[in-house]
């Protein structure tokens, strides 16, 4: 057995399809851990069993008329509820679409629960994430490792063509931001007799099989235009801020782009020299991005990444808030079943520590709350500016501190707003958010009531627009 393990140079992340090489315990894209069963139980059929391999998965793709895919797609599953399946071959019906769940770690151990009804209490062991076992102090926190850096991409030339996969060109106008793992361009679509805002679109570009491959399957199964619009309608709304991939494509072999309509400029921008946010706005914002994480949730996904840069203000239109970076973005309930609680089986996300959940901070695959959670973090600093654990850099310390002021609201508020403060919507949302399970659905409509009778109690209403 070893010896055939020896001539296999690398296998699949079956989260997110990423390449790996021998010895990866977790993905360096996805930040997920690797089953260690994989490696006893796949050797023998790695040749004959389909990988979860982006390559097939683009193959499939090529089909779509566009960045959202065909329907046909959404009958492919990459399910955890089979126990005895072999964790090298799960993942795969018919070859076509990527779903995100959580790999397991071994067989006949995974347990999923099902979803609960709107407002009601998830039947079967869950977690609460102020019991004595889910300390952040436990084992499992501290085996949390921190993702690998995969390599910075280089900038493109602008003036250079872009071809999608329907054969439409696009034209770099501008690159407009740069990371260690993607590109943002505004780009025009050739032919275009002009290249102003109105015209023009936005290059999201990444590594070919990093995470920019889990925005493009989120967008594909639980974000089609028609899905919105639907829900949208279904729900009397004038709005519902997820982005519109209008294309997709590759470059060079090495890189995946999507192609976005522009969806104005992110909060920080739009803040610049204000770092404070009026409780009026925050409240505002807020029930916008309820919206928005009602919708996705429904959808089996969850963000997972809640932060004020990947929130935009549609410009000229201050009342159009969109929650975009799906990079993300996790399949928590796959075919109707919600993952299971279990601490040590993802690495600590990169980045600032202020604003990941708690859940995170234990390796915990995301859920509902942890969403959630995000938001309300980020609700406190935008009106504040400061967090209780804002100062530190360690980890563990940051997971203690959010592990006590879970169990006291009170405190946490009256460390950020001052003991002679209160507000009733900050005060409600995190009183309600803290109560959450692990599998719990959380009661959308209560917490948006909640909020817009704090607004108006402010003076603000939904459909004016937002004041910075």
């Not at 279904?234 to 209008?246: A, E, F, K, Y």
């Not at 901070?361 to 935008?382: E, F, I, N, T």
Request: hydrophobic share 35%; net charge positive.
């Amino acid at each position: 057995m070893e010896e055939d393990w020896a001539r296999v140079t690398f296998r699949f992340c079956p989260q997110c399809g990423t390449k790996l090489q021998w010895g990866f315990k977790f993905c360096p894209s996805c930040g997920e851990k690797i089953p260690g069963a994989a490696v006893a139980s796949g050797l023998e059929d790695t040749s004959a069993s389909p990988n979860i391999s982006p390559s097939k998965v683009d193959k499939a793709l090529k089909d779509s008329s566009g960045c959202h895919g065909s329907t046909e797609g959404d009958n492919v599953e990459c399910t955890t509820s089979s126990p005895k399946q072999n964790p090298v071959k799960r993942g795969v019906k018919k070859a076509a679409t990527v779903e995100f769940t959580s790999p397991r770690s071994g067989r006949g151990k995974a347990r999923l629960f099902q979803p609960v009804e709107e407002g009601g209490k998830a039947e079967g062991p869950t977690m609460d994430i102020s019991s004595p076992g889910s300390s952040p102090n436990s084992k499992s926190l501290f085996k949390a490792k921190k993702a690998k850096h995969t390599a910075a991409l280089e900038p493109l030339e602008n003036g250079m063509e872009m071809t999608d996969m329907t054969g439409r060109k696009w034209t770099l106008v501008q690159l407009l931001s740069q990371s260690m793992t993607e590109l943002m361009y505004q780009v025009v679509q050739k032919g275009s007799k002009t290249t102003s805002s109105e015209s023009s679109y936005i290059l999201k570009m990444g590594a070919k099989d990093g995470r920019i491959f889990n925005e493009q399957n989120f967008l594909q199964r639980a974000a089609k235009p028609v899905s919105v619009d639907k829900w949208i309608k279904q729900h009397n709304m004038d709005l519902l801020g997820i982005p519109s991939c209008v294309g997709f494509g590759f470059h060079s072999d090495s890189y995946r782009f999507l192609i976005f309509s522009t969806i104005g400029q992110s909060l920080p921008s739009v803040m610049q020299d204000n770092k404070l946010l009026p409780e009026k706005t925050v409240l505002h914002l807020t029930c916008r991005l309820l919206d928005v994480l009602h919708y996705i949730h429904s959808n089996e996904y969850v963000h997972g990444d809640v932060t004020a840069e990947n929130v935009y203000i549609q410009t000229g239109h201050p009342t159009q808030v969109y929650l975009v970076g799906y990079s993300h973005a996790f399949r928590y309930c796959p075919s109707g079943r919600h993952v299971e609680y279990s601490e040590g089986r993802r690495a600590l996300p990169e980045g600032p520590l202020d604003f990941i959940s708690l859940d995170a901070h234990k390796g915990v695959a995301p859920s509902r709350r942890s969403d959630l959670q995000s938001l309300g973090y980020c609700m406190l600093h935008w009106h504040t500016g400061v967090l209780p654990w804002s100062a530190l850099a360690d980890p563990d310390k940051v997971a203690t501190l959010k592990q006590r002021y879970m169990g006291d609201v009170p405190a946490l508020l009256s460390h950020c707003l001052g003991r002679k403060r209160d507000s009733s919507g900050f005060r409600s949302y995190l009183t309600a958010v803290a109560a959450l399970q692990y599998t719990e659905q959380p009661d959308y409509s209560e917490l948006k009531a909640k909020l817009s009778a704090a607004l108006s109690q402010l003076g603000g209403y939904l459909d004016e627009p937002l004041v910075f």
